[in-house]
């Protein structure tokens, strides 16, 4: 298979916001065929997929936090019982992201029966953390295509 790249015939209309946008026409020769293909690259569009996909990474972390905050705080409220294994895991595991909040408020309850208010205030930190991230990763990272182009084609007859 051959693959050689072609000036295109006619350029391709480019729609605004996409001014980097690459394209060429490749012609593939096989032993059975001869065919042109055209090639369309937009790195513009690559960088904001990379973008989300690290936006879509720090949700997934900081709503794994939240969760595992949440059933910590239900389990209390319910009573569960601490020798149980999953007991232990969730406590254990959420206690590395809310030792930052220990001590901030007293945590009213009766018996087994506790609701853990600073688990809930680590819950709205960790939001806004998380919505912070992610504003300071668009505002550092993405760049806004300053270049609109607009292309006018006439058919000569």
């Known amino acids: 298979m ?10 391709i209309p480019t729609p605004p916001g996409s001014a980097d946008r690459q394209s060429y026409v490749e012609e593939v020769r096989t032993p059975t065929e001869v065919y042109q293909r055209q090639v369309v ?17 720090i949700w997934l972390f900081f709503v794994f936090v939240e ?3 949440g ?4 389990l209390k409220l319910i009573g569960a019982g601490t020798e149980a294994f999953f007991t232990q895991l969730v406590y254990g595991t959420s206690q590395v992201f809310l030792w930052p909040f220990s001590g901030i408020t007293t945590n009213p309850g009766t018996g087994t029966y506790v609701l853990e208010i600073s688990s809930i205030i680590a819950m709205l930190v960790y939001l806004l953390v ?12 993405h760049r806004n295509s300053s ?5 006018y084609r006439q058919n000569r007859l």
């Open 71 to 74: 059933l910590r705080i239900v």
């Open 41 to 57: 690259s937009n790195p513009s569009a690559d960088r904001l997929q990379t973008l989300a996909r690290a936006n879509q990474i």
């Open 67 to 69: 969760a595992l905050i």
């Open 130 to 141: 998380a919505w912070g991230i992610t504003r300071l990763v668009w505002a550092v990272f």
């Open 147 to 151: 270049t609109a182009e607009t292309v």
């Open 2 to 11: 051959t693959v050689s790249n072609i000036p295109p015939a006619d350029p």
